[in-house]
């Protein structure tokens, strides 16, 4: 007996909507269309816009920058993380609307939603899923400009397929 095509495979990661299981919370609630202001959280999710986009477009070492600390909060070396990147041959990105912000110790954060789907480079799909957190220094005394610029945190992205 054989069973209709498809039914049992995982769901193409390409038609994967927000606010179905794999796909991002599907918050419809607009954000503003105005100036954004680089410190607020739109201005954080601008960041992982960017790192998305280094990641599509296998600029590994630039998206490793983009962690604190000038890469190291990644907790791998620059060739570590070109190396776990090498297995991805097509990366896509959906960003999420980003969460509050949150203070701590002279620092502020906030998470944002992202998903990276594609393929890898064996031809099969993937779906990554989690919360992208970024830390930035406040603006005080003795801060440098780069540590008052958003930088990842961490991220808790986990497989869906």
């Known amino acids: 007996e054989q069973s209709a095509p498809g039914v049992g495979d995982p769901p193409d990661p390409a038609n994967i909507a927000p606010g179905q299981p794999g796909g991002l ?18 201005g954080a999710a601008l960041v992982v816009q960017k790192y998305a986009g280094l990641l599509e477009q296998q600029k ?14 990644s907790n791998m070396t ?20 980003p969460g509050d912000l949150e203070g701590a110790a002279g620092s502020v954060y906030v998470s944002v939603p992202l998903r990276l789907y594609g393929t890898l480079t064996n031809g099969k ?10 830390r930035r220094v406040n603006d005080v005394d003795g801060s440098t400009e ?16």
């Open 25 to 42: 919370p599907g918050d419809r609630t607009p954000v503003s269309e105005g100036r954004i202001d680089p410190k607020s959280p739109q």
């Open 60 to 73: 590994y070492a630039q998206a490793r920058a983009l962690w604190s600390d000038n890469g190291r909060a």
């Open 78 to 97: 620059e060739a570590e993380f070109v190396d776990s990147w090498s297995r991805y041959d097509q990366v896509h990105a959906e960003i999420g609307k």
């Open 125 to 134: 799909p993937f779906n990554l899923i989690g919360d992208v957190t970024l």
């Open 146 to 161: 780069e540590q008052r610029q958003w930088h990842i945190a961490s991220t808790q992205l986990t497989s869906t397929i």
